[in-house]
């Protein structure tokens, strides 16, 4: 079959195509050890008959670690493995113009024993080097891909039981289980084996049944538990074998025996001596049952294992449990004179009290505690006591105590969760999420996980992620499958998700696993919240200056300035700010009406409709002149407020043109921000442009006239700023302000300050001086804002970057046509957000792989991305070819001013262009047996 190919350049191409094939992979399950169900795995094609498909090449690319594939071409197709680099290779059927929709090749996977369960193996398309879609004419065709998985599960296993007390291998082994309550003859005891599960997989079971009694005096005894208990992994929850004897003038003895069935397990017996112990007619001090158990002599008993050590000089804790039995007549039992001997019994110290007392009938354990100081070896010692039964025996008790030796053992970082994590279902968090709109918009949540402390290099995992409850559909943890950190790398990393919202709150719980090296394994736990999207667009609110009535004769004033003489034109403004508003809706300012006796001396001259979009808070004015009389003249401004989703609203004001003035005069002087009557008013003057901490500020005070007449003056000057911060604030505008009658141009008193941490404040006064008028000192308090700290943007790359080496990319080079030319490849690193003029770095890149020394970075050793600064950086590379495919993998180091510390990774693929050197069978590109 002559098969035609394209350059990397035109597969590059159809990545801008609308797709319209599709080539796919199928997905199965199974258990570790073992095949899938389905047993073959489908790699299939679906036509789209409007752009026929005559060729192909596709790779099944499956992760060799945990799977192992064989391939079988069917329905014409022809497929390949190849194992070592964890891909099957697929053709379809040769010299078709159309390739019908149809499966082409069937894989059979094998799961590896050693994979984990449960886990999701992925099974992700590409083409081979070259291998894109093409019509009869070697024409790209656009094909998009249909990734599967193999999932592996955990085979059905029953959880392991651990008895107490101990169970034995034969009969007259195991236990005993000494039985309480027993006073005198004939009265009834209490015995009781405690079962407690752990491990299992995947519900197994584990059953405990068959039970019987045999020995001289099993008469005596009976079990009144269920006649079959079971335990279901993971439920840890202990189940009791309870059982009661009937005493004699002896001690009374038997033997009880039970089966133990562990589904995917053995199937064991298990046995128990009962011990009833004998009614005592006289007051008799209880029985002590110590666990572990007491020995006769020096050297003998336990031994007591200490628990909690874990380097050399650390504290352990041990603990012998003493449970009283029997007795009668509220006899005592008493246990003392304790004492340590032995080469390193300097290491031991006991906790407990000097002497425990017990009362018969009172049957709570007491427990004899001791903690000891571990060393680079074990460490042991003797322990005795005295017990003492009234109207029994005094017996020596004996223990040998082993305190551990400290570990040497590398010892995974602690992690702290940001939110914090819970230990159940339904607790920790939550985690919000942000960037939500209207319903069915995206919402963004993160928990930043932070290591700490550890040992010797070793790691901490996080993962085994699931996410359930009636919302989990919803949400998708977009961060790698698992998180390693490694002791004495304190880099926080982010678990990050996404939501999709609905009409109202949307919740579910994460789940993962935490294994320390060395430490606990724990699940951790959060709530996950994304909040209601808005369900229809709504247009903003509008903020009104000077402030809107609710009916005519309210609202305002509207103030004119401008005003001189009689007869001169006076200027209004109306500032509608708007803010909120949701899904660019709109809200509209129109209907404008102006009615009163003085209605004909004012007119609107701003737009007969304004319109607001949410989104953009940009203020609009209404714009209004009048003509000035004798007498001040008034009239009333209504118009039309309506929010696209909310309210229509009327909105009035009164208009107050100023009446002209006859004499000279100097214009009146208005300020925004309004002047104050005295030092610490007035104001505030707000600066703005402050970005970080020792940056420049700029304030103005807009100074506007109005009115005066005869080209009368008013001044501003004699300025000064006092106060705590004074020397921080600069007045930048002139000296004195002049300002003529008839002349209404604002004038602007500019300032400009320097920020520090924490807000910085001062007074500001000035003279003003009227022309026959008044003369009045204005006051002004400035304030400074707090710099900020920058941060740098984020980077978006393309291809993709990886977590984890090997990960990434790929990245495909161009231009190599032959072996031993040079190809080059490009990475596009586009930044986005970001604050404060924040910086980005990328630097430190290091190739690595078998063909690391055919690659080469030949752009800037660091690029810098500054916040605000949106233009995309390219990493740009070379490679030399070879015979065969070249690979590698790149890493470089991603740091954000103000943010996290992260290494990125891509896979870089180096191959010549097909057929480009004319010598088809020579540059190994076939070597799959299909060409």
Known sequence: MIRAWIAFGLFFLLSGLAFGQTISVGSASGTAGGGTTPALVPVSFTRNAAAPVADFIARVNYPTVNLDATAAGVNGGGCSVNDASGFVTVVPPAGLQDLASNTYCNITFTIAPGAPSPSTQNLTLSFAPGGACIDLNANPVACNFSNGAISVTAPAQGPSIAYNPTAGAGAGTGGPVNFTGVTTVGTTGNGQIVATPSGGAASGTTTLGSFSITGADAASFTRTSAATLTFTAGVNTPQNITLTCVSGAATRTANLQATETITGGATTQRFWV??????????????????????????????????????????????????????????????????????????????????????????????ITLTCVSGAATRTANLQATETITGGTTTQRFWVLSCPAGSPNPLGPSLAYNPNAGASAGTGGPVNFTGVTTVGTTGNGAIVATPSGGAASATTTLGSFSITGADAASFTRTSAATLTFTAGVNTPQNITLTCVSGAATRTANLQATETITGGATSTRFWVLSCPAGSPNPLGPSLAYNPTAGASPGTGGPVNFTGVTTVGTTGNGTIVATPSGGAASGTTTLGSFSITGADAASFTRTSAATLTFTAGVNTPQNITLTCVSGAATR??????????????????????????????????????????????????????????????????????????????????????????????????????TLNFIAGVNTPQNITLTCVSGAAGRTANLQATETITGGATTQRFWVLNCPAGAAGVGPSIAYNPTAGATPGSGGPVFFTGNTAVGSTGVGQIVATPSGGANGGTTTLTAFTLSGTHASSFQVVSSATLNFTQGVTSPQNINLTCITGPGERTANLEATETITGGATTLRYWTLSCQASFFADGFEGSDDLFSDGFE
């Open 274 to 367: 009962l011990s009833c112990p004998a009614g005592s007619p006289i007051p008799l001090g209880p029985s002590l049952a110590y666990n572990p158990t007491a020995g006769a002599s020096a050297g003998t008993g336990g031994p007591v294992n200490f628990t909690g050590v874990t380097t050399v000089g650390t504290t352990g804790n041990g603990t012998i449990v003493a449970t009283p039995s029997g007795g009668a007549a509220s006899a005592t039992t008493t246990l003392g004179s304790f004492s340590i001997t032995g080469a390193d019994a300097a290491s031991f110290t006991r906790t407990s009290a000097a002497t425990l007392t017990f009362t018969a009938g009172v049957n709570t354990p007491q427990n």
């Open 634 to 735: 008034t009239a009333n401004l209504q118009a039309t407020e309506t929010i696209t989703g909310g309210a229509t609203s009327t909105r009035f004001w009164v208009l107050s043109c100023p009446a002209g003035s006859p004499n000279p005069l100097g214009p009146s002087i208005a300020y925004n921000p309004t002047a104050g009557a005295s030092a610490g008013t007035g104001g505030p003057v707000n600066f703005t442009g402050v970005t970080t901490v020792g940056s420049s500020g700029n304030g103005t005070i807009i100074a506007t006239p109005s009115g005066g007449a005869a080209s009368g003056t008013t001044t501003l000057t004699s300025f000064s700023i006092t106060g705590a911060d004074a020397a921080s604030f600069t007045r930048t505008s002139a000296a």
